[in-house]
């Protein structure tokens, strides 16, 4: 039987409020497809940068912020997501341009709206930490490949998810395998990972994942093919070399993970914390 491992993923505050008369918007902006960078997580809600509709120069970022909901109503207490559109002054510290439509968890589009901030528009607000990384000022979390993977990293699945039988379906199998290994599914469905990877074997995440269900599991072997596998496509994912470097110490040869040990370190020197926060795996004091 799998072993289990939980952990808890916070998220980040977000006042959904804007001012004066708003008109609507000539379409809804689609949820994003590309990449989606981790750049704030809270109790409720995390925020995420996608980082294939980021523009800046001259001073101003045209930025595209996900927000995803712990779960599927945590977005004033209605919606699973939020997709917000801005410009930034990143000299004076303000927005306008405001875009923002809200989602249920199956990416549904519920409700937009433009938000009149006026022509000098608003000033940002501490939890609005997107303006620092698309300005270049503050450096980011992991990057995932669009809102489903971002969404499985932070949200709960809902009822109907959980009791799903679709498991041709490789969205909520990956999702129930998220949810699993990070402690937010009872009971735990590990067997949602193996299905989840043979429908999408070339997802990193989705192999991430599997790699370490499996390394809890003493599964090594399919653990290291996991790793491979992301480090393939993802070269820099520290985690997946946390990951390969462990295997070698529980075969009793740590000093054979030692390259993929420093490279993971070099990659992310709090990679061990991230890990161990994700996926609630202990580490020894010489991998920490």
């Not at 002054?89 to 341009?97: K, L």
């Not at 590990?190 to 192999?207: F, I, K, Q, T, Y």
């Not at 390259?259 to 996926?279: C, G, I």
């Amino acid at each position: 039987m799998r072993g289990r491992i939980f952990t808890t993923m916070a998220a980040a505050g977000l006042a959904l409020a804007g001012c004066g008369q708003a008109p609507e918007p000539e379409a809804p902006p689609p949820l994003p497809e590309g990449r989606v960078q981790l750049i704030a997580s809270g109790v409720t809600e995390s925020r995420f940068l996608a980082l294939d509709d980021l523009k800046a120069a001259d001073g101003l970022a045209q930025a595209t912020v996900l927000i995803v909901g712990a779960t599927g109503t945590s977005i004033g207490k209605t919606y699973a997501m939020a997709l917000k559109r801005e410009t930034i002054d990143c000299a004076a510290g303000r927005t306008t341009a405001e875009t923002q439509a809200y989602y249920d968890a199956t990416g549904k589009l519920m409700h937009q709206e433009v938000i009149n901030t006026g022509r000098m528009g608003r000033p940002l607000e501490p939890a609005e930490v997107e303006a620092n990384v698309a300005c270049g000022t503050a450096s980011a979390g992991r990057v995932f490949r669009g809102w489903r993977s971002a969404q499985r990293e932070v949200q709960a699945p809902p009822e109907a998810v959980k009791a799903s039988a679709a498991q041709d379906d490789v969205n909520i199998q990956a999702w129930l395998c998220a949810a699993t290994v990070r402690g937010r599914l009872k009971p735990p469905q590990p067997e949602a990972c193996d299905r989840a990877v043979a429908l999408a074997p070339s997802d990193p995440n989705l192999r991430l994942d599997h790699g370490y269900v499996s390394l809890v599991s003493n599964e090594l072997a399919t653990a290291k093919a996991d790793f491979d596998a992301v480090i393939a496509t993802d070269p820099d994912n520290a985690a997946a070399y946390f990951g390969r470097s462990l295997i070698p110490a529980i075969r009793g040869a740590p000093s054979a993970g030692a390259a993929d040990l420093a490279k993971a370190r070099a990659l992310d020197p709090k990679v061990s914390q991230a890990v161990e926060a994700t996926y609630k795996v202990q580490v020894g004091d010489a991998y920490r």
